[in-house]
């Protein structure tokens, strides 16, 4: 009898908080120095057809559709269906995962010609608590992110096998 094999997980474009590599590889490892680790597991990408906006009182954002921007981030490929469950946990019920496109970027940030498709998750909230203003990782790095690795130490995502 043949051994079963694993499914593959879906590959993952991420865009926001997610883009901290630090928060990152606290998600996937459980530990926010793995940042080594997780580069071997991202590519710069870039999406279009969404755009990329701050949530009223909030320190993450949120992609919606929006035909005529892009939005640049990573495209995960996971090893394993435990990784791609830690993030789909750490982002919760809020935010679908969607199908889409992915254009990888080589290191000018320019597109390489190679394209995938991935997951992107979408804002699936409240409208009202979208606002117009842009989401910057930059921003989000200096105010915020080692208040959110504080408050995350200690604590795992399961993810389950």
């Not at 991935?118 to 790095?141: K, M, N, R």
Request: net charge negative; charged share 25%.
């Amino acid at each position: 009898m043949a051994e079963e094999v694993p499914p593959q997980p879906t590959p993952l474009f991420v865009y926001g908080t997610l883009c901290a590599k630090e928060l990152l590889a606290w998600a996937i490892t459980g530990d926010s120095s793995s940042v080594n680790y997780v580069d071997s597991l991202i590519r710069p990408a870039r999406v279009y057809g969404f755009a990329r906006y701050r949530l009223q009182g909030r320190d993450y954002p949120a992609a919606t559709i929006h035909k005529d921007s892009h939005i640049d981030g990573y495209l995960i490929t996971f090893q394993n269906m435990s990784q791609r469950r830690k993030l789909d946990d750490f982002e919760g019920e809020i935010y679908k995962p969607v199908s889409t496109k992915v254009h990888i970027l080589d290191q000018d940030g320019k597109a390489s010609g190679e394209e995938l498709f991935a997951d992107i998750y979408l804002w699936d909230g409240p409208a009202e608590s979208l606002t117009q203003e842009s989401w910057e990782l930059q921003v989000f790095i200096d105010e915020s992110l080692e208040d959110w690795l504080d408050l995350f130490q200690g604590m795992e995502l399961t993810g389950g096998e």
